[in-house]
Each structure stands twice: as structure tokens, then as C-alpha cells.
């Protein structure tokens, strides 16, 4: 058993969504941890605490405070609202989208029977209602496209813009440069050549030259501050 919490702040309305094995080391961590006075609030034990706050946060990700962070902002009634949802969601939906997913995981070895079955009125509305859905999110996405773009034009060579968004710079994963690689050693380039160079052959016979041709970039991301009282 674990327990999904939700400890609020002592000034404002911020809170945070968690999990944990053990809820009162936690909560100790919590206060340890953080810049202000952080108080438990609600909690439920449940064997499925990492769903449970997966749910708080996806339900309320519009509500997030900082990007890439836990904290969100809730009132203390949205908050008891948000358990509530919970409590209802781990009691009364859960159990069957764990039962569809187990037969979901079966059908996907099985084999088919080559019948096609006709669609009787509740198959029709659920499909019609998913490619409604589904061309919402096309139509949506290219909607926000041009505005992520203007806002990030906006931003230029500036860190943000207060309240809106920033725009990150950092350290991209290392990565071998392999046109150099090929400019300046041609022959040992062509030993590893197949369709696309093997540059993991070529690291284990070349440890110590491979390392030389690793490069970190460097890559701004784009953070959108989706609170909009912050």
C-alpha cells in the first residue's frame, strides 16, 4: 500500500500532489525541502499512489504554477474537490480501466479470426465522437503552432517574458559528430560504414578516439507559464 497526498502551502494558494510508501517521512522530506511552510492536507492509502497522482496532475495541469515543477495552484476548495475526484476515480473507475487494459494486453497476441463485425449504436457514437475528438487536437495543435512561435520571437534572444514564458538554454545530450568524424578520418570512416555509420561498432573498437568526437550541444526550450495568476 502507498498513499497519493496533497500538501498545501502555508501562504497562497499552492499545494502539491504526491505519492509515497510512508506518508509521514515524506511529508518530513517535504518540509525539509522546501522555501516555505508546507502542511499536509489530504491523503489516500491506495495500492495504486503513482496512478493517483498521475490523475491529480493530469486533471489539473492547467493549474500548474511552474513549469517543471509539482507545485500547482488550488484553492483549499478545489483542493477537498480534487481528493473527491480521487476517492472516486480510484474506487469506481479505476478498477475498469485495469480490467480493460489486462484484456487490452491479451487481444494484442492474439490472433485474428478474420470476421468483421457490424457496428451497433454505441461502437457508432464512440467512433464518431473519437474522430471528432481527434480533429479537435489537429485543428487545435495547428492553432497554437503560430502562437508558440510568435511568443517565442516575442522572447528573442532574451531569457522570457514575466509571466508569459521563457525560453531555456542548455546543455543538449552529448552526441558523436559524425560529418567531422568522416572529414578527418575518411578510411576508418568507410570501415564502419553500412547503411548509416555504426557509431556504436565504431565506439567499442575506438573508445578513447570516439570520446574526441562527442559534442554537447546547446538548445533553448520553450516553457509556457500555463498559471495565469502567477
Known amino acids: 500500500m502507498g498513499y497519493t497526498y496533497i500538501s498545501r502551502f502555508e501562504t497562497g494558494d499552492l499545494c502539491k500532489f504526491g505519492k509515497a510508501s510512508t506518508l509521514a517521512a515524506r511529508q518530513s522530506t517535504l518540509r525539509t525541502g ?5 502542511e499536509l492536507f489530504d491523503y489516500v492509502e491506495t495500492e495504486h499512489a503513482l496512478t493517483g497522482e ?6 489539473w495541469a492547467a493549474r500548474l504554477h511552474r513549469y517543471r515543477s509539482e507545485i500547482f495552484r488550488l484553492t483549499e476548495d478545489e483542493c477537498r474537490a480534487a481528493m473527491s475526484e480521487l476517492r472516486h476515480y480510484l474506487d469506481h473507475e479505476l478498477p475498469a480501466e485495469l480490467a480493460q487494459k489486462a484484456e487490452l494486453a491479451e487481444l494484442e497476441t492474439a490472433d485474428n479470426d478474420d470476421t468483421l463485425i457490424e457496428a451497433d449504436p454505441d461502437i457508432t457514437a464512440a467512433h464518431r465522437r473519437l474522430v471528432d475528438i481527434e480533429a479537435q487536437l489537429r485543428r487545435l495543435a495547428a492553432e497554437a503552432e503560430p502562437l508558440r512561435r510568435a511568443l517565442m520571437l516575442a522572447i528573442g534572444k532574451n531569457c522570457g517574458i514575466a509571466g508569459v514564458a521563457t525560453f531555456d538554454k542548455a546543455d543538449s545530450n552529448r552526441s558523436f559528430n559524425t560529418a567531422r568524424f568522416a572529414a578527418e578520418y575518411p578510411e576508418l570512416y568507410a570501415q564502419f560504414q553500412k547503411k548509416v555509420f555504426d557509431t556504436t561498432a565504431f565506439s567499442k573498437a575506438h573508445r578513447d578516439l570516439a570520446e574526441t568526437f562527442k559534442e554537447t550541444g546547446k538548445k533553448r526550450t520553450f516553457f509556457l507559464i500555463q498559471d495565469l495568476h502567477a
Do not use: D
Open 34 to 38: 522546501s522555501s516555505g511552510k508546507l
Open 54 to 59: 498521475q490523475f491529480l496532475k493530469q486533471r
